[in-house]
């Protein structure tokens, strides 16, 4: 049991560290021996069954044993028991594909939809599952047959005829991850199509494709179809993707950058640099695309961290998307046109994930609805137009660490400042603050404090004490007889780093 707890224990761990480091190829085969015994094993805890299924539907790359018994299984009991005139299908969990366009395709086939699982003889398993959707279907398999999405993408294809004059059908295929129909697709294209209207998804392939043969066969078709730009810096491209003048050569060299992102994205969701530079460099009607094909790839892929809004993009116009990207920790939005923004829009207490917010813009109010972001922990905001935040504080920001309000004209301390019990980091610079009220030592975690550049005339008495500052920043126009208090001040506070 202890040996079952320690890998229950292991596989939470690589979960979450596989956002931001990779694993050793001798570091995975240990991992995949263990998987593996207990896979074969026949006592198993309850709960480590659905970390398993996880593992082997999310992350493939470090499961590869569970992965290739789960895919042989479905894929076995499919044959014996596959989707017809009678069958009933139920999906659990994310799908990348739209239920609309699923439930269009079973009425070609005569097979029911069905929205309640246990009324089903089929199972569509998405690419994201929650732990009570996992044990659902581990209590409703007996019986039923499970499928994936790429089994039924293949029962797709004998319902529909492929139209392969079409070149988004194509594309369709090329997107898909699985590496047989990315091959079918540019197979397709060179007998039905011309290679020269695929050059940015072929372009994708060869820099994004783990599949060796398939990045053979791309480079192929670039040296033939793609343009002399193209062929001249094919050699070194990988190397150089991500530099400034990237996107300036693509467009110079024929390849889409759209297109690109949106078939580099999709392969390999986790590179927080395509969804950040597709924002930055693409144009409106590309940038929508783009987002709605990122929005699906959250459902059910490994979320990127952070995204960095850049200055020049509508955020209003943007807003809506990101507010769906659920899992997203960072936000960034750094808005440099004082015309741009005004009023943050509204459903930003949608991302429940959020930890980390920074706002630049400068805004003519204080967004309340950041009082709904529960694991909150580091809020910058600078430049709100406004004299006071007032009662802001008095509700939400249970989790805030980390407090910047820069450049926010405050005049006075916000009343409700008191409340943030988790606040270890309290920036209040360029303000026009006078005093501190009492109500700051009520901040019992808090280790560092920035009042620089505001209008204190004397300095405030309450700061004696706050015993438990570490550093304290007060750059300010001191009178001689202020500079002597602040010495008084250094005694009282011992160990604490004052800077003026």
Known sequence: MKKLDSLVQKTD????????????????????GEWEAILQGKKINYGTIPLLYAMAIRYPELNAMAAEKLEASLKDDYKENPLQKDSTLSIIGNSGLSKTEIKNILKESDVKYSTLPENSTHLLIGRSLKESELALILELEDGRTLMNEAMFFDFCKEIRSFDADNPDAIRQLMMHEDDINVEIAMELMKSTASPKDFISEIFGIFLISKNDELVAKAEKLLKVYGSAQLKSRLSKVKKDMMNSDFEVWMRDAGVNAGHFYRLAYLK?????????RAVQFLKADELDLFLDDAIRCWAFSSKPQHISVPSDVDFERFAPKIYQCHGLKELTINIQNYNFLKKLP???????????????????EFPLELQKLPKLKSLFINAVQMINLDNVFNRGFEKLEYLKLHLCRLDRLPKGIGNLKSLRVLDLSGGDLKELSAEISMLKNLSELNIENNKFKEMPEILYLMSGLKKLKMRNRWSNQELRNIETLRLSLGSCEISI
């Not at 761990?13 to 995949?32: D, G, P, V, Y």
């Not at 969701?269 to 969804?275: E, Q, T």
Request: hydrophobic share 45%; net charge positive.
């Open 346 to 364: 509204l459903g930003i207490s949608a991302l429940s994930d959020l930890e980390s917010l920074i706002i630049t813009p400068s805004l003519a």
């Open 13 to 32: 761990r690589l979960r979450k560290a596989l956002e931001k480091t990779s694993f050793s190829a001798q570091h995975i085969f240990q991992m995949q």
């Open 268 to 276: 390999d969701p986790r590179f927080v640099s395509y969804f950040n």
